[in-house]
């Protein structure tokens, strides 16, 4: 499942066990947690330990195997209610990523097919949902890095790298395509509040040996400003039929803000990414986050005056996306035809 430009997962199946890479300790430290359940999963999720909406997919997979893994008796059939438990736990972890419900639907139907002897199938099945993932990352670099040929200068936001996915990367995967074709300088915006970009795209980059910029997200306008942007890249968590695009907060600014400048905008996800059953993106469940996050100390408590919003993500129309790229073909200008055709 590796590759082997890569020095470090956020995902390593041992057969048994989960490893997930906590990715709220980096860059300062490298630290796997090993989770035999899919309750502990479904926390790594929901803790931000393991993000990205195609990680969340292949977390939530490896979920249910360890589900029927430790609830699975030949003897009962108790056993099925319980992982069924466990599978609205994972669900319930991030409502935002389609990732997570595309999985376990996946699994859902290896597990229906299954049930006299579920374990070998639905690791299986998990397994091939993390190599596919990989290879998908790959096909899209490709893609994407074709729509790059001129460019110079990029930028991107979040984290939409090895970290996010099974291996490789979709917006950073096109990144590192693209860089060793002759882009020159990639830009990465802080992320706030969690700092994605600045822990996370910033230290994946520096691991591959390739250079790149931080920014603070305030100063991604004059930066356009300036002339020196070609693209903007990022991924996505959820995208709509009509190619609205779900992302983490920041995304739809820094859309609005290329179109202004005449920066071509990227998204690059893959096609379990795209919600077919939802029409636009004004029907997308957007997670809201607790305000401590974002608060400081002194603000949290009962007679504070002080309180906080915290979206984690936002929608990006697709009259302001130059190409949605999927491993399944690249859509230029989204807009006039969406991505039903893809399906």
């Known amino acids: 499942m590796k590759n082997n430009e890569l020095k470090v997962y956020a995902l390593e199946w041992t057969g048994k066990s989960l490893l997930v890479l906590d990715q709220r300790a980096l860059p300062e430290t490298i630290r796997y947690d090993e989770y035999s359940n899919a309750s502990d999963v479904a926390d790594s999720i929901y803790s931000m330990r393991v993000r990205g909406a195609p990680a969340i997919g292949i977390a939530a997979a490896y979920g249910v195997a360890l589900s029927v893994q430790q609830h699975y008796s030949a003897n009962s059939t108790d056993w099925l209610k319980k992982v069924e438990t466990d599978m609205q736990k994972l669900a319930s972890s991030r409502p935002t990523a389609v990732n997570l419900f595309w999985a376990l639907n996946a699994m859902q139907a290896v597990l229906q097919k299954n049930k006299q002897n579920p374990i070998t199938a639905i690791r299986k099945k998990a397994e091939q949902i ?138 690059v996800a893959p096609l379990s990414t795209v919600d077919f059953d939802m029409a636009t993106g004004a029907n997308i469940t957007i997670e809201e986050r607790n305000a401590d996050e974002l608060l400081a100390p002194c603000y949290i408590n009962e007679d504070s005056l002080v309180s906080a919003w915290n979206p984690v993500f936002d929608i990006t129309p697709a009259e302001l996306i130059t190409a949605i790229v999927t491993e399944k073909g690249l859509v230029k200008d989204p807009v006039k035809k969406g991505l039903k055709h893809l399906k």
């Open 130 to 267: 993390h190599a596919e993932d990989i290879k998908a990352n790959q096909t899209m670099a490709e893609l994407g890095a074709g729509l790059l040929v001129k460019a110079k200068t990029v930028m991107t936001h979040c984290n939409a790298g090895a970290l996010a996915t099974g291996g490789y990367g979709t917006a950073l995967g096109v990144i590192r395509s693209a860089y060793k074709q002759g882009l020159e300088t990639v830009y990465a915006g802080e992320t706030r509040p969690w700092l994605q970009g600045a822990r996370l795209t910033a230290w994946e980059l520096a691991q591959d040996n390739i250079p790149v910029t931080l920014i603070a997200d305030s100063a991604a306008a004059w930066l356009m400003q300036s002339g020196k942007l070609d693209w903007i890249i990022v991924g996505a968590d959820r995208i709509a039929a009509n190619g609205d695009v779900a992302n983490k907060i920041g995304t739809y600014s820094l859309a609005v803000l290329a179109k202004q400048h005449a920066v071509k905008f990227m998204v």
